[in-house]
């Protein structure tokens, strides 16, 4: 963490996503963390210090590179989700909606910067306000999200075992 605090950002260009890995990076680490305290390898003091050195390290770099970032508190909700999540996993099960929804994370986190903005835009360009403008470009860009799922990573994955089985 303190390494990507220090280091220019990644990426750094001056572009939408300057210092993402730089930014984010360091929230992988916290879901580790988590299973450290969860078996006691990791007493609660580190385990929230931890916590308090990783969101200190998100705001301080949204601070210098992601501005526009700062008034928002996703990150936090999400850290909310994960440790609720993470507490209840016990009771939760793995249905064909929330498989469905687990499948589409990475085209989700792929797309989701960009392809909203534009879905939004292109939305009101043709003048269709059937729902909130924010919900119709959700719908959108998980519509999107899905095609890429079935048409692209499922193949790719199915490809990918299929090749490593020849090697083998």
């Keep these: 963490i303190l390494l990507c605090e220090f280091i220019a950002p990644i990426p750094s260009a001056e572009i939408w996503s300057k210092g993402y890995f730089t930014i984010y990076g360091p929230f992988l680490l916290l879901g ?17 210090l931890f916590i308090g050195l990783v969101f200190y390290h998100y705001y301080s770099l949204m601070a210098i590179y992601q501005k526009n970032g700062l008034g928002t508190h996703f990150a936090v909700l999400a850290f909310v989700i994960f440790i609720v999540s993470w ?12 498989l469905l929804l687990s499948d589409m994370t990475y085209a989700v986190y792929l797309f989701h910067n960009w392809f909203f903005d534009y879905a939004k835009t292109g939305l009101a ?34 490809a990918g075992r299929a090749m490593l089985a020849r090697i083998r």
């Design 32 to 48: 580790s963390m988590c299973y450290l305290a969860e078996k006691r390898q990791a007493g609660y003091l580190l385990f929230m």
């Design 87 to 98: 507490g209840l996993r016990k009771y939760l099960t793995a249905t064909p909606l929330g």
């Design 125 to 158: 360009r043709l003048n269709i306000a059937v729902l909130n403008p924010d919900v119709q470009a959700l719908i959108v860009l998980l519509m999107l999200c899905f095609m890429m799922v079935r048409l692209v990573e499922k193949p790719g994955i199915r």
